[in-house]
């Protein structure tokens, strides 16, 4: 007991049993942490096919896709040209319209505001693009965040056309 | 305390307490010296343990008909307040109940800042009560999200997305809190057990809140400790339990106000519209108790910073007893601080007001200085003014400045 300097082999027994100790509760907690995280089902709901060709010119419907609102927007030459001719300078979330809609004609985007997950609301706010009601952010015509608390462009989700009607989101 | 040398009178009694020493604990609590001066801004510890209680009650009594499923809540709730007995009291009760339990805990916690409650030797039972605050709010949120109306819907996916301002992890919290990619029928039923959970957590901490009470006992209107308990104190026993019954039924009269006159003045019409995933009603705000922390998220322009200055206003609340450096605890002594809690009350006020209002223009201006102010008080002007101000004389004991203008002083000797 005098040297308490040297670890002895009850300190060894101790430390061990501590730490394998440690390792069972976590083995143990870990599934009552992850049963809470999106379940198979859930993921399952992965993707859906939209029929688009009664969406008119300037016009747009909105979609169910895992829970969440997406909007696909038939965009007039205007509002592509009023897009595309930003300049990326002036955007909070640098992105070209090119690379967020490949079609330009169709906008394919989750309508969820990316400040507090409200869904904004079409032709609306300063760059006739979306204006979200909630804490009052402005997106353009190519869903670019361009005023407002939102840090981030609203996202573009994985998607393709099966053909020229059917747009595959997912 | 008296209860050191309580015994039973009945030999039964006897036999059981010295097994298991409740009637000692009975007896600690009926004794229990209590200062003589507390005034009614005292009676609010009781109206908020009824107010526990009361919605423990409701609540259990509710979940025996309302379902938790993302398809049947809503209707459930219909089903709860037109066809079960009574159903439309419970609910009504339970609903206005959270705002009355806010209403007594707002007053409660601002009596504590004004007659320096949290101040040693008591800032066990300050922490305490900061985390039921806080465990409060989280209950009243996720029971608010339970209905699925529009506005449970919307507040829920709100405030569980002001988890992704975390960097790098946010949207992966934000997914374990939904158990899916948006809220939905997971997200409710795990609102729903926890919204069970919670008030049980409230109750364990309300047991040690008091424990922690009944060491150094309770401050009072003068803030100065009890020097003589013969004469600076009355047993808890009946003195304070009828004046706290009293304040209870002047309170009840404003419950039953609310629950059978105005039933949905504080509620949000919205809620009585199913929930809509792909519509976000035009005007979303909480409810009237959140309504300041609400403020303060917006008044920030950057996202990850508005959810810090939000936790942080709380958690200013909780280091309080070491941000207020000033040794005198009653702001009856304390003329510069008196003024400042008048301001911090307005402040607090103004933020609600600005809560409900748009985030934009001359409303954003407002609450951003409200913002600020909050955090010049407690970061600022507290620890400052406890070394510069001047105070007012101490009085010696509790009794004396009863005593002192009292006309029949010799009768109180």
């Known amino acids: 007991m005098s040297d308490q300097k040297k670890p002895k082999r009850r300190d060894f027994l101790f430390t061990a049993s501590y730490a394998i100790g440690a390792v069972g509760v976590g083995a143990a907690v870990w599934p009552l942490v992850d049963q ?7 993921k399952a709901l992965a993707s859906t096919e939209v029929d688009v060709s009664s969406v008119e010119v300037g016009k747009s419907i909105t979609v169910l896709w895992r829970g969440k609102p997406v909007f696909i927007k038939r965009r007039t ?15 909070k979330h640098p992105e070209k319209d090119e690379d967020r809609a490949k079609n330009p004609e169709w906008l394919v985007m989750l309508g969820v505001c990316t400040h507090l997950g409200c869904v904004p609301l079409s032709d609306k706010g300063d760059y006739n693009g979306w204006f979200c009601p909630c804490h009052g952010s402005h997106y353009d015509t190519s869903g670019r965040i361009r005023k407002g608390p939102a ?6 989700p994985k998607y393709e056309f099966v053909n020229d009607n059917t747009i595959k989101i997912g | ?68 499923h993302a398809d049947l809540a809503f209707d459930s709730v219909e089903h709860i307040m037109r066809d079960v007995n009574y159903g439309w009291l419970i609910r009504y009760f339970h609903a206005n109940g959270s705002s ?3 209403l ?53 996916t709100v405030i569980t997305n002001l988890f992704s301002a975390v960097p790098f992890i946010g949207e992966s919290i934000t997914n374990w809190l ?38 150094p006992g309770n401050n009072n209107p003068i803030g100065i400790d009890v020097k003589k308990p013969s004469k600076d104190t009355v047993p808890f026993h009946p003195y304070i339990v009828i004046k706290d019954l009293f304040a209870l039924l002047i309170f009840l009269i404003l419950f039953a106000f609310f629950v059978f006159y105005a039933p949905n003045l504080l509620g949000h019409p919205d809620n009585y519209i199913e929930a809509n995933p792909l519509v976000t009603p035009t005007h979303i705000v909480p409810e009237w108790y959140l309504l300041p922390f609400y403020a303060i998220l917006r008044s920030v322009p950057d996202k990850l910073l508005g959810v810090i200055a939000m936790f942080a206003s709380i958690f200013v609340l909780v280091i309080l007893p070491w941000l207020d450096t000033s040794k005198i605890r009653s702001a009856v002594f304390r003329p510069m601080y008196r003024q400042f809690y008048w301001i911090l009350v307005v402040d607090v006020l103004l933020l609600g007001y600005m809560g409900a209002m748009p985030a934009e223009g001359t409303y954003l201006l407002i609450a951003r200085v409200a913002t600020s ?9 507290l620890p400052i003014l406890g070394h510069k101000e001047k105070t007012i004389p101490l009085p010696l004991s509790i009794t004396e400045p009863v005593l002192e203008d009292s006309t029949n002083k010799e009768l109180n000797n």
Not at chain 2, 59 to 67: N, P, T, W
Not at chain 2, 192 to 203: A, C, Q, R
Not at chain 2, 373 to 381: A, K, Q, R, S
């Open chain 1, 36 to 42: 809470m995280n999106p379940d198979n089902s859930v």
């Open chain 1, 77 to 91: 030459q205007e509002e592509i040209a009023e897009a595309r001719a930003v300049k990326l300078d002036d955007l």
């Open chain 1, 151 to 156: 840090p981030k462009n609203m996202e573009i």
């Open chain 2, 1 to 68: 305390m008296s209860d050191h040398n309580y015994v039973p009178s009945s030999k039964l009694g006897k036999w059981f307490n010295d097994r298991l020493p409740l009637l000692s604990l009975s007896s600690h609590l009926r004794e229990y010296p209590t200062p003589k001066n507390l005034n009614y801004w005292w009676t609010f510890g009781g109206i908020l343990t009824f107010c526990l209680m009361a919605q423990i009650i409701t609540g259990i009594v509710l979940a025996m008909h309302y379902v938790a």
């Open chain 2, 100 to 102: 009355m339990f806010f």
């Open chain 2, 104 to 156: 007594a805990v707002y007053i409660h916690i601002f009596r504590s800042l004004y007659y320096g409650s949290h101040k040693s030797p008591r800032e066990v039972i300050w922490i305490i009560g900061m985390i039921i605050y806080f465990l409060m709010m989280m209950t009243a949120f996720m029971g608010y999200v339970l209905p699925w109306g529009q506005m449970s819907f919307w507040a829920a």
């Open chain 2, 178 to 215: 939904w158990g899916g990619f948006a809220v939905g029928n997971p997200t409710l039923t795990r609102f729903y057990s926890l919204h069970y959970l919670f008030p049980f957590l409230i109750l364990g901490l309300v047991i040690l809140h008091i424990w922690a009470l009944h060491i």
């Open chain 2, 373 to 381: 102010y909050y955090f010049i008080h407690f970061l600022i002007i």
